[in-house]
């Protein structure tokens, strides 16, 4: 089997199997944007690149978006977004398809959370900043920093389906103006954050992957993200751009 070497920032040294751990089905959690059990507000104006539902909670959660009903009544539509938005108290069939969307959610954060044998255990202290991510799971202790770049790297042979998960008993906290970088053929929809915490991506930082969010996820003033935000409680946007992977 292929083997990728990660080089920590510390001078560690560890390998991995190239392909990382199985991949985290999302069921009908992932044909969203975002998703949210207890709300999704935007100062605008965000621009969001799929579908965003809410529930079991009224599209009333759903604020800042000016949203128009369709005229089925089943979704609405907002300049903000490249897609649909639904809510539990839209029109039949709506509420019967947000219930197990909402279920595929929690069980993919379940998921996530449960994988044993991480590949790198407390790596960095939970400072992600400069470092190169090989594929593999990764389990934090603690919460997850990101004070400065850092590099998700793919093996390139196999780079487009490799994976990783990254499990913390904490928050992700992404310093502003920060970006993630994918190289090797890292691809975002192959990439989970399971955040028993909360979410925070400050002003400009550029974030990618799926993020779980046991609580709430929050983007800052020109924050951006190519992956998708499932949250258990609020998300909240300000002026930031969302767009779901291409696969």
Known sequence: MTKFVLIAALGAIASVSAEGPPAVSLGKAGTYAILSKAGISTVPTSVITGDIGVSPIAF???????????????????????????????????PATLTPTIGDMEIAYTDAAGRPTPDFLNL??????????????????????????????????????????????????????????????????????????SVEVEAGAHMEGILLVKTEAHFRTGSSLTGRILAQTAVTLQSSTVTQPSD
Do not use: H
Request: glycine share 12%; with cysteine.
């Open 60 to 94: 009333t959660a759903i604020t800042g978006f000016s949203l128009v009903a369709d005229s089925t009544d089943t979704f609405a539509t907002s300049t903000q977004v490249t897609g649909k938005v639904y809510a539990a108290n839209y029109a039949p069939p709506t």
């Open 124 to 197: 960095g202290s939970g400072n992600l900043g400069g470092q190169t991510l090989a594929p593999g799971l990764y389990k934090f202790g603690s919460s997850v920093n990101i004070r400065t770049d850092c590099t998700i790297e793919g093996t390139n042979e196999t780079g487009s389906t490799d994976t990783w998960i990254f499990q913390m008993s904490g928050d992700l906290v992404m310093a502003a103006n920060k970006e993630v970088i994918l190289t090797g053929g890292a691809k975002a929809s192959n990439i989970v954050w399971q955040v028993a915490g």
